[in-house]
């Protein structure tokens, strides 16, 4: 029984038999009938499918740099840009509207991890320039853990309603990220994402401590002390 992966095997099967009833096709025909007869807009995407099945035609990682573990492979290819040195692609496998729907659940996320030893009780600050193409969203991001992998601190840009994740098409952009890392911190994790469709380029990565007045974009917050636990007073908005 043939898959996907089969798919130029099969496509000069139907080649042959065609030719036996007198009907001429060409391969690249017959290559996009075996891609529509698997579901795919056409042959492109069945390509991109079978590449990221078998591993063919990745490029390289940059070096001390990870493809953090539940990134879809299958979807993303992340990589070193070879047309451009000294950048990075976050570039997802199927274009919008090629028969692969990739939602905000679906991305690529490229990444390093340190130890916070250097940096307990200050705040720290991150910051890319990052380019996109027909991206649903593409951002930087930092978290910040404690030593059981509980998240202490965490900003990936997304649910910002301004100086957000960079979404379409724009420019090379900068992006920063701020965070104070707590005295029980233990390790600190940073990088580029990219959500949904679209391509994602990033370069002059840099991460610095900064003065302890400059305000924390963190979307993880915890209080001090436990506080309005009668529900006594709201703060007149909603979340």
Not at 5 to 17: E, I, N, S, T
Not at 110 to 117: K, R
């Amino acid at each position: 029984m043939h898959s996907f992966l089969d798919a130029k095997l099969m496509a000069k099967a139907l080649r042959k038999a065609m030719a036996e009833r007198h009907v001429e096709l060409s391969h690249a025909d017959c290559l996009e009938v075996v891609a529509r007869q698997s579901g795919l807009a056409d042959w492109n995407t069945l390509a991109a499918r079978i590449a990221a099945a078998t591993g063919d035609g990745e490029l390289t990682l940059p070096q001390d740099w990870l493809v953090m573990d539940n990134t879809e492979r299958n979807n993303y290819r992340l990589d070193l840009d070879p047309e451009q040195p000294g950048t990075a692609l976050i570039e997802s496998r199927y274009a919008r509207g090629k028969g692969v729907v990739l939602e905000d659940k679906h991305f690529g996320t490229l990444m390093q991890s340190i130890l916070a030893e250097d940096y307990r009780g200050q705040s720290v600050k991150i910051s890319a320039l990052v380019r996109t193409d027909d991206a649903n969203a593409g951002s930087i991001w930092m978290r910040v853990d404690g030593s059981r992998g509980q998240v202490l601190r965490f900003d990936n840009m997304i649910p910002r309603r301004k100086d957000g994740a960079l979404k379409g098409t724009n420019d090379w952009t900068e992006l920063q990220v701020v965070l104070d890392v707590p005295e029980e911190a233990e390790s600190i994790h940073y990088g580029f994402l990219l959500i949904g469709h679209g391509r994602l380029w990033g370069r002059d990565f840099r991460i610095e401590k900064i003065r302890d007045n400059v305000r924390s974009t963190s979307t993880t917050s915890y209080l001090k002390r436990p506080a309005n636990l009668s529900f006594t007073a709201g703060n007149g908005t909603a979340a």
